[in-house]
């Protein structure tokens, strides 16, 4: 799936949300508003955390060296604008790898304090924790798109900011493909695909077989990922007694231990649109 990011920023449960942009090659310094006691921070821990060759911050010097107030100042400010470039290369990465969907990605809403918005919140409370969540409600109530701007959010977190996004039904598919004597991965390679990413968001859950060997891949890698600290995002048009029927009791009770089961409980935003 592409995953073209749009090119402004959003406003999600009072947060703002930029969309992970590709590093520009252009460097603005900003240094007039730089204190000399947050270079001297910026300075102990941009190297630490941004993973850039030493030879790019080097490039990035002659840019600013003849400034009058001195090499450590530059070297200071060309420092945090390689962490500010490596964090920004790191988010949108991480966003173009995802796999959501081109039209949630293109969404934009407004700043709106409905109920939508506060389940967006309760949930972004939680990236982090290694929640199982259960998202539950009819079609069309946002699910999907609040999903995706849970992904926004965690591109942007400092560390582990691997998301993945798929439809239930993709995980079987790929884990069938592994049997193939064609097969281009192995079937605990592909699992690993899936139990890897931070945030995993599984789609259209309810479109399963419920066949036994199903329900063993599915706890298999929810265990593994509950086991891991993992977040995990179940998105299911069923009602709460019929899921927890069909995802189990094992995976249910990690499920109540960790998150929950949080519900959409208004009209669907296509009827709203008409559509
Ligand atoms: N919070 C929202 N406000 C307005 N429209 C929304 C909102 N969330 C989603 N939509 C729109 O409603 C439609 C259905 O959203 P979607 O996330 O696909 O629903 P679901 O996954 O629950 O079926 C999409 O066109 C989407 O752009
Ligand atoms: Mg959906």
């Not at 924790?129 to 109530?141: C, E, K, N, P």
């Not at 069909?246 to 409980?265: A, D, F, Q």
């Amino acid at each position: 799936m592409s995953s073209e990011p749009a090119s402004t920023d959003t406003v999600q449960g009072g947060r703002v949300q930029p969309t992970p942009q590709k590093p520009s090659a252009s460097t603005g310094t900003g240094s007039g508003k730089i204190t000399d006691q947050q270079l001297r921070h910026i300075q102990k821990n941009a190297l630490k955390h941004s993973g850039a060759e030493p030879s790019a911050i080097k490039d990035s010097l002659p840019q600013i060296q003849g400034r009058p107030d001195g090499s450590d100042r530059a070297r200071l400010v060309a420092n945090a604008e390689c962490e500010k470039r490596a964090r920004q290369s790191r988010a949108a990465d991480a966003w173009h790898l995802s796999g959501l969907p081109t039209r949630h990605i293109r969404f934009r809403r407004g700043q709106v304090d409905d109920a939508w918005s506060q389940k967006l919140t309760s949930l972004h409370k939680l990236l982090g924790s290694g929640f199982l969540v259960a998202l539950l409600g009819d079609r069309g109530t946002g699910k999907t798109q609040m999903a995706c701007e849970l992904v926004r959010s965690q591109v942007w977190r400092e560390e582990q900011n691997s998301c993945r996004y798929v439809w239930m039904i993709e995980i079987f598919m790929a884990i069938k493909a592994t049997f193939s004597k064609q097969a281009v991965r192995a079937e605990t390679e592909e699992l690993q695909r899936f139990i890897s990413p931070q945030l995993l968001i599984i789609d259209e859950a309810h479109d399963r077989g419920d066949t036994a060997w199903e329900d063993r891949v599915l706890s298999y890698l929810i265990d593994k990922r509950y086991g891991d600290l993992r977040d995990t995002l179940i998105v299911s048009n069923q009602k709460p007694d019929e899921f927890k029927k069909s995802i189990g009791p094992s995976i249910y009770s990690r499920l109540i231990e960790t998150g929950g089961i949080i519900e959409c409980i208004w009209p669907s935003f296509r009827q709203a649109e008409g559509g």
